[in-house]
């Protein structure tokens, strides 16, 4: 598993966000599941922002 593709998704949970499990929610860091060999994650996604402007303000 690659290190910083869980890290950025554990730090959103430490920011307030919760696990995604729509199948629409795939490509955000913030989705529940993740594999071997992802790296994806370790950049936010658009929704992933968009969830952390919702906690905390504009
Ligand atoms: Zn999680």
Avoid: R
Avoid at 3 to 11: A, D
Avoid at 13 to 34: A, F, I, Q
Wanted: hydrophobic fraction near 30%.
């Amino acid at each position: 598993m690659d290190v910083q593709n869980i890290m950025t998704h554990e730090f959103g949970h430490w920011c307030g966000l919760d696990d995604l499990y729509n199948s629409s929610d795939y490509w955000l860091t913030m989705y529940g599941y993740s594999g071997y060999g992802e790296t994806y994650k370790q950049t936010l996604g658009w929704g992933d922002i968009l969830g952390l402007k919702a906690v905390y303000g504009p």
